[in-house]
């Protein structure tokens, strides 16, 4: 019984569940993207280009076909899911960690003298410009 226990102790992490509805949206998005490229993108591409649709395209060695349009619109898939995720996710969690590393200002090595507004060291207690004594 301890088995089943560690099992569900296993599947009920937080980080478990979080990859499983991670892989489920990503396999949504994927599939929304596909859709896009095949239905929207291809055919506008292809309008310009003046080529009926890009998974039409193909060529034919000793009898086989090779469907090179598919594989186009798979590359453009490709970019796609690559630039929203780089743009969507990596990008703003950089950022955030940047944020979150930044460290605090250095502690100023020096002072402005009252007198002249030289900048002079911090432990000074003589301006070095003006020769008036420094609190």
Do not use: W
Not at 6 to 25: C, H, M, S, T, Y
Not at 26 to 49: E, M, N, Q
Not at 54 to 66: A, C, D, H, P, V
Not at 97 to 107: F, T
């Amino acid at each position: 019984m301890t088995v089943l226990k560690e099992f569900k102790q296993f599947l009920l992490r937080g980080n478990v569940v979080d990859l499983a509805v991670g892989v489920v949206v990503g396999a949504a998005f994927g599939a929304v993207v596909s859709a896009l490229v095949k239905d929207l993108i291809t055919p506008l591409i292809a309008a310009i280009i003046k080529a009926p649709d890009f998974s039409g395209l193909y060529f034919t060695i000793n009898g086989s076909q090779f469907l090179y349009g598919d594989f186009i619109n798979a590359l453009i898939s490709f970019a796609l899911v690559a630039s929203a995720i780089f743009f969507f996710v990596v990008k703003p969690i950089n950022l955030l960690v940047s944020r979150a590393r930044k460290e605090p200002p250095a502690d100023p090595t020096t002072k402005k003298c009252p007198e002249c507004l030289s900048e002079i060291p911090i432990e000074a207690r003589r301006c070095s410009h003006c020769t008036q004594i420094v609190l």
